[in-house]
């Protein structure tokens, strides 16, 4: 009980149960119609079923590989977009959902499938760029037992077309020649077009996944909330970029 009351008392589902109760005492009309398809629209977006439909269209071409399976490289390139550039304190690594980027890499490093981890990523803030991934990611790469003589970054490139751009220039300096690709499986077909794009040969190895088992029939998968409202909101920026990407070339 205490836990579907909880649920119900979340800002989300208590604004669309009140805003519900108040539509009906709108007058019929324009203003009640607009009324009830901006609340179909806030419903629908905060529901599992919208999240995991665009999460799904992401992922499923790119389902989980073991890390028993995965071919040795020279290097595993690491994108960025797991570490809060922007968190209060100052000079601390904080992770974000996306931290499985991180943690795989230093798996397969330990897994002996790369000799070297490449991180990229700086900053992805459109108005400073203070603080980079890169820089951050050092320090929490060396304390998980990777080596610093293993450990390449880049700290220049500010979106994914960026990583791909920077990563290549780095990998034609090191003489890298075989690559594994790290990053969360609803970014990696985007990320995949624009490394090929940069004739980059690139094993893809998927992560962070964030699509939902509906089938298992829980009853949290019935209520809108927050969090799905998060997840359609990671999907719909990540289908815009896709295509953006491809109406500029990048892919």
């Known amino acids: 009980m205490s836990k579907v009351l909880t ?22 009309g324009k203003s009640k119609f607009s009324f009830f398809l901006l609340w179909l629209f806030l419903y629908l977006a905060s529901s599992s079923f919208i999240a995991n439909s665009l999460l799904d269209g992401l992922e499923k071409e790119y389902p989980p ?41 230093v798996r397969l490093y330990k897994a002996g499938k790369v000799k070297k981890i490449l991180f990229t990523g700086g900053s ?3 108005l400073t760029d203070e603080f980079r991934e890169a820089n951050l990611a050092k320090q929490l790469f060396i304390d998980l037992g990777v080596r610093e003589d293993d450990l390449i970054l880049e700290n220049n490139s500010r979106n994914t077309y960026e990583n791909a751009v920077e990563t290549k220039k780095i990998l034609e300096k090191q003489n890298f020649k075989s690559t594994i690709l ?24 998927p992560t962070d996944y964030r699509s939902i088992q509906m089938e298992s029939g829980a009853f949290e998968l019935y209520v809108p909330s927050a969090s799905y ?5 990671v999907a ?16």
């Open 7 to 28: 649920i119900f008392l979340f800002p989300l589902p208590v604004f669309l149960l009140f805003s519900l109760i108040l539509f009906f005492g709108i007058k019929p």
């Open 65 to 105: 590989v073991t890390i028993a399976t995965i071919p040795k490289a020279d290097v595993a390139i690491v994108l960025g977009g797991m570490i809060q550039t922007i968190s209060s304190p100052i000079g601390r690594t904080e992770l974000t959902d996306s931290a499985d980027r991180l943690t795989d890499a």
């Open 124 to 126: 992805g803030l459109l």
């Open 182 to 205: 790290i990053t969360s499986a609803f970014h990696m077909k985007r990320s995949l077009g624009c490394f090929q794009k940069q004739n980059i040969n690139v094993f893809p190895f």
């Open 229 to 233: 409202l998060e997840l359609t909101t």
């Open 236 to 251: 719909i920026k990540e289908w815009i970029g896709y295509f953006v990407y491809g109406a500029k070339s990048y892919l």
